[in-house]
């Protein structure tokens, strides 16, 4: 996992330089020429995101979400951006009837995640109207998981689960312009957690997201 990360961070930031080395975009204005280079964004998404978790826990807590993602930062030099975000998912429900021992149980269980962070991402336009953009950044995950356990011997169990990680976050994507100010986007994003095998149960998260950008 290291070398992929060293990998696609390498090439993340040679693209960021070779976005840096292009020329800036202009406006004409009246006879005058005007260069742009700072831009406010902001974004909206709509995702669907697939949780790995280990250790058979996935028999009892739900690993496929729906999220939405607030966004906002500054581009530069129409090339580049810098934006933070604030993720939070549906609350998915899970019920699962299995033995403790040998004796039968019903297992409820409610799961959740909040995540925020920051993003850096690279525009590189094959045409006028679209942007192929990739990205990296970085995110806090707090994972939640209620239960609420009953036994056919009329014993029970209830209590909320949590687990918190930090995350590098890389992903690709599309946008294309709809006005000066508007674009859509879609994207694909997988995010590495700091997951350790003796005391975590989820490893990591891919997502795939369709959002809008409101460029200022």
């Not at 020329?23 to 902001?42: F, I, N, R």
């Not at 946008?175 to 997951?195: C, M, P, S």
Request: hydrophobic share 40%.
């Amino acid at each position: 996992m290291k070398k992929i990360i060293i990998s696609f961070l390498a090439g993340f930031f040679l693209l960021c330089g070779v976005a840096r080395a292009q020329t800036a975009p202009v406006q004409v204005v009246g006879d005058k020429t005007e260069t742009k280079y700072l831009q406010g964004v902001l974004g909206l998404d709509v995702s669907g995101i697939g949780v790995d978790i280990t250790d058979g826990l996935d028999n009892f807590v739900e690993d496929a979400y729906s999220a939405i993602t607030l966004s906002a930062g500054v581009k530069v030099n129409n090339q580049i951006s810098l934006t933070g975000f604030y993720q939070f998912s549906s609350e998915e429900d899970k019920t699962t009837y299995a033995y403790l021992g040998s004796v039968p149980g019903t297992y409820k269980t409610t799961g959740s995640f909040k995540a925020y962070g920051v993003d850096a991402s690279v525009y590189f336009p094959p045409s006028e109207k679209v942007n192929v953009v990739a990205s990296a950044g970085v995110g806090y995950y707090d994972f939640s998981v209620d239960f609420k356990d009953s036994f056919s011997d009329g014993s029970y169990a209830w209590g909320t689960y949590e687990e918190d990680h930090i995350g590098l976050r890389f992903g690709i994507g599309a946008e294309v312009k709809l006005a000066e100010h508007i674009a859509l986007t879609g994207n694909v994003r997988y995010v590495f957690l700091d997951y350790d095998d003796d005391t975590d149960y989820i490893e990591n998260l891919a997502e795939f997201g369709l959002g809008v950008r409101f460029y200022f």
